[in-house]
């Protein structure tokens, strides 16, 4: 028998006296015990402070001072769920944070008053994607639990005020940070948009990063993820749209001495126009696997970044435990497309030309070439290979520049039945699943790897966005 935790109820205890298991009602039975005996929030004042219990569905709370969750207790929102922060506030976890919005009935943690500016060309200097209105969700050493699923988060990242509680946790303007090498961390089915740098950094710890959307993240840095010291797990399904540096980026920089060398799965992620506000020449466009790093990047589908995978050489990643292949490049710009393949004098960069990349780097590097070397592309490859969007920007629309494209907006990047990415995935893997599947306390799905490239399977699995 598979029992979650140590909650004692007594349908648990009589079960256990009487020998008998019938699992899927006593679990089922088991989660809506464990929401409802929390104590519940209450809307009817702005919160501030220590708090624990639940937030109830489809309530709105408003936030007028620092939240803490203290060492020990634990934060649960309901489905339907509107948080809204007023000033320059976060909230800090040293508990747990379990935000379970569903697909009917997403939750929203956002600025009030904040507007999207999403038009095509706007200055990103003015966007207030970029500005930061509120701290974000900052974990401690000591949070052993950061799970987000079917949740919006808008306009975080602003730099931590040192009068903040949230201070001694992390200074850092990230718009979600967890920092536990022994706890989990797991955003499914969710939204990040804007932040100031990485939407979210995770330092240690295991991670299931699913079927979610990243827009306009990074202003002149920050990748959609930024994964260091540790980190294991899984990240898949997920759309990156107009990041600063990279889509996910994974570094072993920070481990701690004895601790694994972080490792995770990267696959059918759709990766588009990325890498075009980094400040630092020679950084971001799509994947990264930096220090120590090691892991997998297959099915990845990487539209019009300004450099393709990169495996760093300085320090190197951990190319002993790296595989990567069957990733799919589309470029209409010849700088995108001379850097499918990035080389090591621009980009520190050592990735291998395999054969199962789409196009077949083969079929356009010249004679002699060897990893580290710069190459020019042939024309043919600008405009070949579209992955045919349902709607999308490709080819990139006339009189914008590659980084204008940052946001999803009226595009729909799933595939239309005739993509040629269509059957092209490799499903020889499995992802790590080095969180468990649970419908609260883990991830409720980690989707197997897909026969087709991208984040949306043509027969409607994967990222549902």
Same mark, same amino acid.
């Given at each position: 028998? %598979?029992?979650?935790? @140590?909650?004692?109820?007594?349908?648990?205890?009589?079960?256990? !006296?009487?020998?008998?298991?019938? &699992?899927?009602?006593?679990?089922?039975?088991?989660?809506? !015990?464990?929401?409802?005996? !929390?104590?519940?929030?209450?809307?009817?004042?702005?919160?501030?402070?220590?708090?624990?219990?639940?937030?109830?569905? $489809?309530?709105?709370?408003?936030?007028?001072?620092?939240?803490?969750?203290?060492?020990?207790?634990?934060?649960?929102?309901?489905?339907?769920?509107?948080?809204?922060?007023?000033?320059?506030?976060?909230?800090?976890?040293?508990?747990?944070?379990?935000?379970?919005?569903? %697909?009917?009935?997403?939750?929203?943690?956002?600025?009030? $008053?904040?507007?999207?500016?999403? /038009?095509?060309?706007?200055?990103?200097?003015?966007?207030?994607? +970029?500005?930061?209105?509120?701290?974000?969700? =900052?974990?401690?050493?000591?949070?052993?639990?950061?799970?987000?699923?079917?949740?919006?988060?808008?306009?975080?990242?602003?730099?931590?005020?040192?009068?903040?509680?949230? +201070?001694?946790?992390?200074?850092?303007?990230?718009?979600?940070?967890?920092?536990?090498?022994?706890?989990?961390?797991?955003?499914? #089915?969710?939204?990040?948009?804007?932040?100031?740098?990485?939407?979210?950094?995770?330092?240690?710890?295991?991670?299931?990063?699913?079927?979610?959307?990243?827009?306009?993240?990074?202003?002149? *840095?920050?990748?959609?993820?930024?994964?260091?010291? *540790?980190? =294991? $797990?899984?990240?898949?399904?997920?759309?990156? =749209?107009?990041?600063? /540096?990279?889509?996910? &980026?994974?570094?072993?920089?920070?481990?701690?001495?004895?601790?694994? *060398?972080?490792?995770?799965?990267?696959?059918?992620?759709?990766?588009?126009?990325?890498?075009?506000?980094?400040?630092? !020449?020679?950084?971001?466009?799509?994947?990264?696997?930096?220090?120590g790093a090691g892991g997998m990047a297959y099915n990845n589908l990487i539209?019009?970044?300004?450099?393709?995978?990169?495996?760093?050489?300085?320090?190197?990643?951990?190319?002993?435990?790296?595989?990567?292949?069957?990733?799919?490049?589309?470029?209409?710009?010849?700088?995108?497309?001379?850097?499918? =393949?990035?080389?090591?004098?621009?980009?520190?960069?050592?990735?291998?030309?395999?054969?199962?990349?789409?196009?077949?780097?083969?079929?356009?590097?010249?004679?002699?070439?060897?990893?580290?070397? @710069?190459?020019?592309?042939?024309?043919?490859?600008?405009?070949?290979? #579209?992955?045919?969007?349902? #709607?999308?920007?490709?080819?990139?629309?006339?009189?914008?520049?590659?980084?204008?494209?940052?946001?999803?907006?009226?595009?729909?990047?799933?595939?239309?039945? /005739?993509?040629?990415?269509?059957? %092209? $995935?490799?499903?020889?893997?499995?992802?790590?699943? #080095?969180?468990?599947?649970?419908?609260? +306390?883990?991830?409720?799905?980690? /989707?197997?790897p897909g026969k087709d490239i991208g984040a949306y399977q043509v027969n409607?699995?994967?990222?549902?966005?």
């Open positions: 028998m %598979k029992w979650h935790y @140590s909650v004692l109820l007594p349908a648990v205890i009589t079960g256990l !006296a009487l020998g008998s298991c019938k &699992k899927a009602v006593e679990e089922k039975e088991l989660w809506k !015990a464990v929401q409802a005996v !929390a104590a519940p929030v209450s809307d009817a004042a702005c919160l501030s402070g220590a708090i624990k219990g639940t937030m109830l569905s $489809g309530k709105t709370y408003t936030v007028c001072g620092d939240i803490i969750i203290n060492v020990g207790d634990t934060l649960t929102v309901q489905e339907g769920v509107t948080i809204k922060f007023t000033g320059k506030y976060g909230i800090g976890v040293n508990g747990s944070f379990i935000c379970l919005g569903t %697909k009917d009935h997403p939750n929203w943690i956002t600025y009030d $008053g904040a507007k999207k500016t999403d /038009t095509y060309g706007y200055d990103p200097s003015l966007d207030s994607a +970029y500005m930061g209105r509120w701290i974000g969700i =900052i974990g401690g050493t000591t949070c052993p639990m950061m799970i987000l699923k079917w949740t919006h988060v808008e306009f975080a990242g602003i730099a931590v005020p040192k009068s903040s509680p949230i +201070y001694p946790i992390s200074s850092k303007p990230y718009s979600i940070f967890f920092q536990n090498p022994a706890g989990i961390f797991v955003f499914e #089915d969710s939204w990040l948009y804007g932040s100031t740098d990485d939407p979210f950094r995770i330092l240690g710890g295991k991670i299931a990063v699913l079927r979610s959307t990243f827009e306009k993240c990074g202003y002149t *840095g920050g990748e959609a993820m930024n994964a260091k010291a *540790g980190t =294991i $797990g899984d990240f898949a399904y997920n759309l990156c =749209i107009g990041m600063a /540096t990279n889509g996910p &980026k994974l570094s072993n920089s920070g481990a701690a001495v004895g601790v694994p *060398g972080s490792n995770v799965r990267m696959y059918n992620n759709t990766i588009v126009n990325c890498g075009f506000r980094r400040s630092a !020449a020679g950084r971001g466009g799509s994947i990264n696997f930096e220090e539209v019009n970044c300004k450099f393709g995978l990169r495996v760093v050489q300085n320090p190197i990643a951990d190319t002993a435990n790296l595989r990567y292949g069957y990733n799919w490049y589309y470029a209409d710009s010849g700088s995108v497309a001379d850097n499918f =393949i990035p080389n090591l004098a621009v980009s520190t960069c050592i990735s291998n030309a395999i054969p199962t990349d789409i196009p077949n780097p083969l079929s356009y590097l010249p004679a002699g070439w060897h990893p580290g070397d @710069s190459y020019t592309a042939p024309l043919s490859l600008l405009g070949a290979n #579209d992955p045919q969007f349902i #709607d999308g920007p490709v080819p990139m629309p006339e009189g914008l520049l590659l980084r204008d494209i940052a946001f999803v907006g009226k595009y729909n990047f799933a595939l239309k039945p /005739t993509s040629p990415c269509a059957g %092209k $995935g490799y499903t020889g893997f499995n992802p790590r699943k #080095d969180v468990r599947e649970d419908p609260v +306390y883990g991830a409720t799905e980690i /989707t197997l409607g699995a994967g990222n549902h966005h």
